[in-house]
């Protein structure tokens, strides 16, 4: 009898220790969404003034990264989770199964956790830019000479698409894995850092409590130790402030996640979006018959092959093959425009963030 009731024990632990299906996913949803959440606030910023923030939209992926890695690496040292697994009441454990383990990482675990929780992330996002810039060049027909190295790149960036596929079948085979109890973790970088996931309990609590309470002053200790306290506790104290805002506003970047979302785009256009004009008459048909001489005079003039309005803003030369910037509305050279929106990513001349696919070219009866 009791070695039945300790059995029973230990099962009624492991079951109560293991989050379900929804709680795993939802917590990693959480961090999905507070991503590109951010990156459009950052995009406002840098549309809003370009010249004080426009360094935020150019380097987003690795000042996200520098904040990620700051962020994680507090909650994994003090709560052995992430941001979002703490959010939702869970911890990191090393152990197999049986009883519940105890609050704390170990070493190996803690920094092969942090690479894959920042590092993936990251990477995923440059190769999808990348791939999204090689589609863009593929649309505008532009082929340059590329060396065999270059080659070899642009086929592991192709590539790219079916590894993704192929990881998203093991992520799915995994889920189901773990939805039968056949796997102890729902997402393969879990297991390839050697941890899983568990619930939070009350001791848990306390040891985090316990940790918190003994990191003092060492009023005593030598310079250098003082100057490691005060270093460290600046970064706890930044890692504090960052999650406490993020906490309190991750309903609304899930909101802000939701709002600007590619399915939800035609809903936004609908609500905020003006009415579109109708299209302008070509004006020699409008005024051929019935234009005072005065304004056909300055409207030749506009149209002299060295009129200020047909110069390209860059080369300082008559504009050929003319493309407008969607976002700012100036008129370029093709050829110079695309060379310098894939380069700097924003207009030469009023700083907005843009893309190639802002690009839009001109085309006029008289071409």
Known sequence: AAMAESGAHLTSATVNEQPSIFEVLAQESLMEAIRPALRHAVKVLAESNPSRFGFLWQRFDELYLLLDLLLQNH???HCSASFSENFYGLKRVSGGRGLPVRLGLHRRSHWRSLLLLCLVPYLRAKLEATLARQRDEEDFSIRLA???????????VAAYPYVSSAWQAWVFCQQLF?????????NPLLWLARVRLARLNAQDIRDMEL???KTGNPAEGSLLQRVWWLTSQAVRGVALSLSTSLSLGVFFLQFLEWWYSSDNQSTVKTLTSLPAPPPPLHLQQEHSCQDPPSISANHSEETQPGSRSMTCPLCRGLRTNATVLSTSGFVFCYRCIYTYVKANRRCPVTGYPTELQHLIKIYSPES
């Open 211 to 213: 940790k918190t309470s």
């Open 146 to 156: 590329q060396t065999r190295s270059q080659r070899l790149y642009r086929a592991a």
């Open 75 to 77: 909650f994994l040292s």
């Open 178 to 186: 773990f939805i039968f109890g056949v796997s102890r973790t729902h």
